[in-house]
């Protein structure tokens, strides 16, 4: 299955909700879409999602470093990777943390080899307000309720927003 593909739903809770448009494969709730009195879309962002996080592994303990002043440990995972021609899946080692996977600056640079390690750090790792978020903007029913759906729960990880009610107001997020 393809995670992009988008499908559209109607979602409806009787006097609460009813509200049409497309989504991603599994997620319950339209991303852009409409209602009976306000519409929304969505548009990428180019805003940078992923950064590196250079971390200085402890000296006493190269598999943990600091963040805000708590230990935090770098461990193994194991990932099977699948390669066009082979039967068994290649078994890569990879670094990972509670942060994100690591990098060492050897693989970023080679010139700086033994010096630096890296964490790549999703800074929507911990969000949990998505659901939430579009929910609050399907039941908006003006553009001013969808305007402090964003500001107030700040859920949106990815995109920009425009919005049009019935009033006539317009709204671009």
Same mark, same amino acid.
């Given at each position: 299955?393809?995670?992009?593909?988008?499908?559209?739903?109607?979602?409806?809770?009787?006097?609460?909700?009813?509200?049409?448009?497309?989504?991603?494969?599994?997620? &319950?709730?339209?991303?852009? =879409?409409?209602?009976?009195?306000? %519409?929304? !879309?969505?548009?990428?962002?180019?805003?940078?999602? #992923? $950064?590196?996080?250079?971390?200085?592994?402890?000296?006493?303990?190269?598999?943990?470093?600091?963040?805000?002043?708590?230990?935090?440990?770098?461990?193994?995972?194991?990932?099977?990777?699948?390669?066009?021609?082979?039967?068994?899946?290649?078994?890569?080692?990879?670094?990972?943390?509670?942060?994100? &996977?690591?990098?060492?600056? =050897?693989?970023?640079?080679?010139? %700086?080899? !033994?010096?630096?390690?890296?964490?790549?750090?999703? #800074? $929507?790792?911990?969000?949990?307000?998505?659901?939430?978020?579009?929910?609050?903007?399907?039941?908006?029913?003006?553009?001013?309720?969808?305007?402090?759906?964003?500001?107030?729960?700040?859920?949106?990880?990815?995109?920009?927003?425009?919005?049009?009610?019935?009033?006539?107001?317009?709204?671009?997020?």
């Amino acid at each position: 299955m393809n995670g992009y593909r988008t499908y559209i739903i109607h979602a409806r809770i009787p006097g609460k909700l009813d509200v049409m448009g497309p989504t991603l494969g599994g997620f &319950p709730l339209p991303l852009s =879409g409409f209602n009976k009195t306000m %519409a929304w !879309g969505i548009t990428f962002s180019s805003t940078p999602r #992923v $950064n590196l996080m250079e971390v200085k592994p402890l000296a006493n303990d190269p598999t943990s470093y600091l963040v805000d002043g708590k230990v935090r440990k770098i461990t193994s995972k194991t990932i099977p990777i699948k390669v066009a021609g082979e039967t068994e899946p290649r078994k890569i080692i990879m670094q990972v943390a509670e942060d994100g &996977p690591i990098i060492f600056a =050897g693989r970023l640079d080679p010139t %700086a080899a !033994g010096t630096g390690t890296f964490i790549v750090n999703d #800074v $929507n790792l911990g969000n949990t307000r998505l659901v939430n978020q579009w929910l609050t903007v399907a039941k908006a029913k003006t553009v001013q309720q969808v305007k402090t759906a964003l500001e107030t729960l700040k859920g949106v990880p990815w995109s920009y927003t425009t919005a049009v009610d019935v009033n006539g107001d317009t709204f671009f997020w």
